[in-house]
């Protein structure tokens, strides 16, 4: 092996073998830890899909309001999205969640365009409470969801009789309206001083130094405001108004056909276009007041309809 | 030195093959290992799929492009013959539930003959929505099909019992 002192000879073969099986070693670790990223975006993102497909039963038919919660076995990052795309808009829901006392991001966006997802932009937890309401204007928009971790607990302090009930049929754990502790989200009405206050005469409800308004009379869109961030609310608000133009044409339709059968009535089709234009140019809650004027109208004379269309 | 050189070109051409030999066996190795874990993949997306559309069905007749609303009074399960009329001629829906199809059959009284605007509403089978993806077996749920009918000077409700048929996509 030593032809001269010191000097170390290596054959080709072992030489060959050494470089060979480096490069080998190096990319399985490569490769392997590649597939292991990939594993975990593709975990990340069927729970998100799941998350979306299990609010399928919130659907409300004649219940006010419904509660659920989902438990995930590792702590979960639900990062809420929302974009003004297509006919619609678009609901995301993208996950990051800890593995190895790590986050592990992921860029696969779950996408769908029936839910409408109100909370804080990102949500962090194990246990999720998610709660549901319908939302009608005048007619039955969509189910809004709400979704807040188990780790933020809400104490309603005196809020009005109505809600006040509701909220204690809810029976979720996170959501307390008497003996509350201290250290929960404060959310006061009518008075200045709480982390979360709703003007429930006013329509509105501010938060984060932010105010947002709602359709008063409607708590559906009050829940929105105080579980979610203002950035969020105005977003889905958005979409919702864009649900609300396509509505308003499916009513104009059903006008049509149901006259053609004989259901000849005070005709609807004039106000259901001035709320399709409204919808359209929506921009944001400030201007929500104008549409309910409409909406009011709406409800008035279909429910003076011998063929009511909603 | 002519023999060792050969020797030493033999020992090279030993090497390369042996080493060919080694990066497909892995090749081989990671591409049947992908195709299992493609596989797998289009499964799990499949199921997901399928759960929507299962979950979806017990529902949809809650959701305003369908549901009756108080137009009927309150009724469970029940689906605005009128509204799915005109909610078939709407592009806008095409990708709203994400699902392959949605499809509504009057079961009592069956009929066969497929709802168009200008058969409506002496018709049985309203596709309210088909696309050309590959449909999955559908879901399916008992539903109420209501419309007002005017029979002289009396306008009343009539409930016909039919099946709302969810199909999910399938994958890949």
Redesign the interface.
């Known amino acids: 092996m030593q032809n001269k002192k010191g000097d170390l000879e290596i054959s080709f073969g072992w030489l060959f073998a050494i470089i060979a099986g480096v490069i080998i070693i190096v990319l399985a670790i490569y490769f392997s830890s590649k597939l292991i990223g990939t594993e975990q975006e593709t975990r990340n993102a069927e729970t998100g899909k799941e998350i979306g497909i299990l609010l399928n039963p919130l659907e409300t038919s004649f219940e006010s309001a419904q509660t659920t919660s989902i438990t995930i076995p590792v702590e979960t990052r639900i990062n809420n999205g929302c974009s003004i795309i297509g006919a619609f808009g678009r609901q995301t829901i993208q996950l990051d969640q800890k593995s190895f006392n790590e986050w592990t991001k992921t860029n696969i966006n779950v996408f769908f365009s029936n839910k409408y997802i109100f909370s804080e932009e990102q949500v962090e937890g194990k246990k999720f409470y998610i709660f549901s309401k319908p939302f009608d204007f005048p007619f039955k928009v969509a189910d809004l969801v709400y979704m807040t971790s188990a780790n933020e607990k809400y104490c309603f302090i005196e809020p009005p009789e109505d809600i006040k009930e509701e909220l204690s049929n809810l029976n979720q754990a996170n959501i307390l309206t008497e003996d509350c502790v201290g250290d929960e989200i404060k959310v006061c009405f009518n008075a200045g001083s709480c982390d979360i206050n709703v003007n429930y005469n006013l329509g509105s409800v501010e938060k984060n130094g932010e105010t947002i308004y709602f359709d008063e009379g409607d708590d559906a869109l009050m829940y929105a405001g105080i579980f979610s961030e203002k950035a969020v609310y105005e977003c889905q608000l958005k979409r919702l108004m864009l649900r609300i133009k396509t509505l308003s044409k499916l009513y104009e339709s059903k006008e049509i056909i149901s006259e053609k059968e004989g259901c000849t009535d005070n005709s609807l089709f004039g106000d259901l276009e001035i709320l399709n234009e409204l919808s359209e140019g929506f921009e944001s809650s400030e201007g929500i007041n104008a549409l309910e004027i409409i909406a009011e109208n709406l409800e008035n004379k279909n429910n003076g309809r011998r063929c009511p269309l909603w | 030195m002519v023999i060792k050189n050969k020797k030493?070109q033999m020992?090279?051409q030993q090497?390369m093959f042996m080493?060919l030999a080694?990066t497909f066996l892995?090749i081989l190795v990671?591409v049947f290992f992908l195709a299992i874990k493609l596989s797998t993949?289009k499964q799990?997306a499949t199921s997901?799929e399928e759960?929507?559309a299962m979950?979806?069905v017990?529902?949809?007749?809650?959701?305003?492009?369908f549901?009756c609303?108080?137009?009927f009074g309150?009724k469970?399960?029940c689906v605005?013959f009128?509204?799915v009329?005109?909610?078939k001629?709407?592009k806008?829906?095409s990708?709203?539930?994400?699902v392959a199809e949605i499809e509504i059959r009057k079961i009592f009284p069956a009929s066969n003959e497929i709802c168009t605007?200008q058969n409506?509403?002496n018709c049985g089978i309203v596709k309210v929505f088909e696309s050309k993806k590959n449909a999955l077996p559908p879901s399916t749920n008992f539903i109420s099909l209501c419309?007002?009918?005017?029979s002289e000077r009396i306008?009343y409700d009539k409930c016909e019992l039919a099946l709302l048929m969810v199909s999910s996509e399938e994958k890949g």
């Open positions: 030493a020992k090279i090497m080493l080694v892995f990671g993949l799990s997901l759960k929507n979950l979806l017990s529902k949809l007749a809650s959701s305003p492009e549901s609303e108080n137009a309150a469970a399960s605005d009128d509204k009329i005109a909610l001629e709407m806008e829906y990708d709203f539930w994400g605007s409506y509403p419309r007002k009918e005017v306008i």
